[in-house]
Nanobody
Framework: QVQLEESGGGLVQAGGSLRLSCVASGRTFSNNAYAVAWFRQTPGKEREFVAAIHRWSTNSYYADSVKGRFTVSRDKARNAVILQMNSLTPEDTAVYYC???????????????????WGQGTQVTVSS
């Protein structure tokens, strides 16, 4: 069993940065056995894919809307996956969720149904 906890959300002005962390307990991320993704959701909208890092590699994937601004990486020392968000805009305002799955293949990285474990989410608010 894996428990995920997100942190690092908050209020930031447009153009600013935030660093979200997804920390795992119960199992380790450090052996890269899990693909880990970030999704986000705003009220009244579907949850959407933001970024993912593949298992057994450092390959990362991004939604077009965040390419060049967001970076996902592993922090082995903290057993965590980090989402560094730069050049934030009000359109990035959402609740951000991390998710992990042990059997995710490349074509599934953007699919919510491919992930087994989910965190509770952290609110990111970007003011204009």
């Amino acid at each position: 069993q894996v428990q995920l906890e997100e942190s690092g959300g908050g209020l930031v002005q447009a153009g600013g940065s935030l660093r979200l962390s997804c920390v795992a307990s119960g199992r380790t991320f450090s052996n890269n056995a899990y693909a880990v993704a970030w999704f986000r959701q705003t009220p009244g909208k579907e949850r959407e894919f933001v970024a993912a890092i593949h298992r057994w590699s450092t390959n990362s994937y991004y939604a077009d809307s965040v390419k060049g601004r967001f970076t996902v990486s592993r922090d082995k020392a903290r057993n965590a996956v980090i989402l560094q968000m730069n050049s934030l805009t009000p359109e990035d305002t959402a609740v951000y969720y991390c998710a992990a799955g042990a059997s995710v293949i490349t074509s599934q990285l953007g699919s919510q149904s491919a992930y087994t474990y989910w965190g509770q989410g952290t609110q990111v608010t970007v003011s204009s």
